[in-house]
């Protein structure tokens, strides 16, 4: 356990999160609880969801293939980042439970796998409500998905980073619970508290499992715990984000030298003589890993967001959003300078990543007065749980409010308690500044000897003022002076 530390900067501690999940990227994928309750192991867990999402890709795209798809053993460490024994030990349990069919074909032999649906469906037990699956059974509104629940996100690199499945997804959770404690106004806000039992409901993790998975962490330096004493005991955690940081940037670099992408593993050496892909394959028709067809961004936003075709242009701006509110009397590089400097001033909602910025940005920036308010809107009805559904598509979602403003019709709801907590939080942010600067001041003036000396004399001036002002009392009270 660490003892007890000064409280940290919240503003440093907020960029130092915002670092973490920009090396981490959207290389992330779904793992259903429900799995790991059906399964009784979380790597199992881990590829069952990872073989309905490959299944759904090839009923979409190649129905004739009845849902078969193939994998190499390379391939699913790339991807869920289980070891070839893991694997081994997880296939054997999923078709033990009658889950998962393989069958080697093709030329070369290549392994193929299919998810018994019916076997599955039956598993996890009848349907909230009952509702047409349709032919595109996981969808979000599909009878499946409502047995599967919601999902939580599982970060690959941080599989590289810990060096264990159980840990790497311990340190998912732990950092949205380092960003939700951030978000509370407490004296030490990057100290947050999750019960053992609570963390085990979440992830499905044995005592013991969470035991290992924590003392691995801290070994490696990304996780400290300290207990505050009281009636009930409390474990307080929170994570070395600096120390996560340079471990996520040293594996993106080691696998950049490998010649992989960062977060994947090696490439396997093509055989000699035999082709690559297989013609009308599940591996030609899908080549990128899941977190590029659909990003999961949150676990209240983990549904697969569809690829926008539609470009929104102007013909008369072709510098970025907000050009044509320059003056007209500048010049070209004057009112792209204002114009990138307006776009930078808009805040995005957390959750938009940040190869979707640029695209908000050009979408919202065909309103530039109330781009703001737009993009406050959209934050504000993603995180309202009076929505019954999420917000899938937060692009498409943020066009129809651009359309709505363009067209005069567009009415704040959400986006002004958005905008009075932005306010209020840099308020707050002003004043953590400000007695930061004066702290520096007061620190300053004590290390002077000039200073300190004047202090002194004012000190004994004041103490000689009282002292006469006393003085006259004590002795009409007969005490001595």
């Not at 984000?241 to 593993?265: E, I, V």
């Not at 640029?358 to 809107?377: F, N, Y």
Request: some cysteine; proline content about 8%.
């Amino acid at each position: 356990m660490s003892p007890v530390q000064p409280p940290v900067d919240r503003f440093e501690q907020c960029t130092r999160v915002r670092a973490v999940f920009d090396l981490l990227g959207s290389g992330c994928v779904a793992f259903y609880p429900r799995l790991a309750d059906l399964t009784g192991s979380v790597t199992a867990a881990l590829l069952l969801g990872q073989c309905l999402y490959w299944t759904d890709r090839v009923l979409r795209q190649q129905p004739e293939r009845e849902g078969w798809f193939w994998k190499t053993a390379v391939e699913w460490r790339q991807e869920i980042g289980l070891t070839r024994r893991e694997q081994e030990t997880a296939r054997c349990r999923l078709r033990a439970l009658g889950l998962l069919e393989e069958k080697r074909a093709g030329m070369p032999a290549k392994r193929w796998f299919r998810i018994d649906v019916a076997a599955l469906e039956q598993q996890l037990g009848p349907a909230p409500a009952a509702i047409d699956c349709g032919p595109h059974w996981i969808g979000a509104d599909s009878a499946l998905a409502r047995r599967l629940g919601p999902p939580l996100v599982y970060w690959r690199r941080l599989r590289e980073a810990s060096g264990s499945v159980t840990a790497a997804l311990y340190l998912s959770r732990a950092l949205f619970w380092q960003r939700l404690a951030l978000q509370q106004w407490k004296p030490q806000p990057e100290w947050f508290h999750r019960p053992i039992f609570q963390s085990q409901q979440i992830l499905r993790f044995g005592r013991r499992q969470q035991e290992h998975a924590r003392a691995r962490l801290r070994q490696q330096g990304f996780l400290e715990e300290r207990l505050v004493p009281g009636v009930r005991r409390r474990l307080m955690t929170r994570l070395d984000l600096q120390a996560l940081a340079r471990a996520l940037a040293g594996a993106g670099r080691a696998a950049t030298r490998r010649g992989a992408a960062p977060g994947q593993g090696k490439r396997p050496r093509p055989a000699r003589g035999r082709p690559t892909t297989v013609p009308l394959g599940a591996q030609e028709a899908a080549q990128n890993p899941p977190n590029s067809n659909g990003p999961i961004r949150q676990p209240w936003l983990a549904l697969p967001c569809a690829a926008h075709k539609k470009e929104i242009t102007t013909k008369n701006n072709p510098l970025p959003p907000g050009g044509a509110k320059g003056p007209a009397a500048a010049g070209p590089g004057a009112v792209r300078t204002a114009a990138r400097a307006e776009v930078e001033a808009w805040e995005f909602p957390n959750f938009i990543l940040p190869a979707e910025r640029p695209r908000l940005a050009q979408i919202v920036g065909q309103c530039p007065a109330q781009a703001q308010a737009i993009l406050d809107e959209l934050a504000g009805q993603a995180h309202n749980p009076a929505r019954r559904t999420a917000i899938g598509n937060p692009l498409a979602y943020a066009r129809t409010l651009t359309q709505r403003a363009l067209a005069g019709e567009f009415v704040p709801e959400a986006a002004l308690r958005v905008a009075a907590a932005r306010a209020q939080r840099h308020a707050a942010e002003r004043a953590q500044q400000a007695e930061r600067a004066d702290r520096q001041r007061a620190a300053t003036a004590a290390a002077d000897p000039r200073q300190r000396a004047a202090a002194a004399a004012l000190r004994t001036e004041c103490l000689a003022r009282i002292r006469a002002v006393l003085a006259p009392r004590r002795e009409s009270a007969g005490l001595r002076p």
